[in-house]
């Protein structure tokens, strides 16, 4: 829920101003937001950066600030793509290491939160309005949430996040996880093929080696390998839709694999979680993968759970296109820290 930029707050002197950043393994987006105020996240303050464009957290935070003008935040809340230990985050997918303490130190702040970045993805689940979502296939949703839920959250970007939100007595708790990890369960000939030729590369395949940008160029990779074609080097996610585009099969071969495998991916996270009251798909893959996912094998294998196949047929799947869901569940987490109900 974006609050429109003619309602932008007025930052200076605000104690409980937070800094919010948004980690993935391609790029970075920061926002400054009053962690009281009732619809903090607002356009005209979020920012994004090539994480490759920095050493580290720091400098990126430090050019953020600079094009602000803003004053020193109070607080920091920091959703990274990687498992955080301790202290300590690791990027999945780039380089930077984050050390909760030194980055406090360094950029002069009294706390900073770090957290999964799909926990931030599940927390933004209970401030979402109808039209930041999109359904598909069959179940409904109930919004707001009920006081005592549980949903799943699952989406492809640089690689595969996998969360869940507990909603208990009206509070919600965000599962840090690192599911995109889960091992990649074929289903047919064609699959299991893939599957073959992935492993004679990686050893173990994830899911995350499927359904991710990278995930589909393996795919596609995969696929050439199967058909005796040769292999582009230097194929590219947007090579392969943009051959799908063009009508090319093997390119269209490989993008409904992705949509099917990604459904039923879904499919078994909320048999896990018994998210039985809806899964959420976000990340940065799926506005843009939408007309696809809605045209694809994705909602069957979702629903295709054998025994469960009925219970599954009544569970939603929303689609997730606020641009800046990763930002607004920090905030979430920054109006926690603030001693706020969200």
Known sequence: MTQPASNDIALDGIASLALLADIGGTNVRFALVDAK??????????????????????????????????????????????????????????????????????????????????????????????????????????HPPARNSNFAVIGPGTGLGVSGLIVRDGRGIALETEGGHVAFAPE?????????????????????????????????????????????????????TAGADAGNDRCVRAIDIFCAVFGAATGDLVLTLGAWDGAFLTGGLVPRALPRLQASAFRARFEAKGRFREAMSRVPTMAVVHPHAGLLGAAAFAAQDAGLPL
């Open 188 to 240: 047919g000939d064609e699959e299991f093929a893939v599957l073959a030729r992935l492993a004679a590369r990686f050893g173990r395949v994830s899911n995350e080696r499927l359904i991710s940008g990278g995930g589909l160029v393996n795919i596609h990779r995969a696929l050439c390998e199967i058909d005796g074609a040769p292999v582009e080097e230097d194929f590219r996610p947007r090579d392969v």
């Open 37 to 142: 105020a009732p619809a903090p996240l607002c356009n005209e303050r979020i920012r994004q950066y090539e994480v490759a464009d920095f050493a580290n957290l720091q400098d990126a935070a430090r050019q953020y600030l600079s094009e602000m003008h803003a004053p020193r935040p109070d607080s920091a809340v920091f959703a990274v793509a990687g498992r955080i230990d301790g202290d300590i985050a690791r990027i999945t997918n780039h380089p930077w290491t984050i050390s909760r303490e030194d980055t406090r130190v360094a950029l002069g702040l009294s706390r900073v939160r770090l957290v999964n970045d799909f926990a931030a993805q599940a927390m933004a689940v209970e401030l979402l309005d109808a039209d930041d979502l999109v359904l598909l296939g069959g179940g409904q949703w109930s």
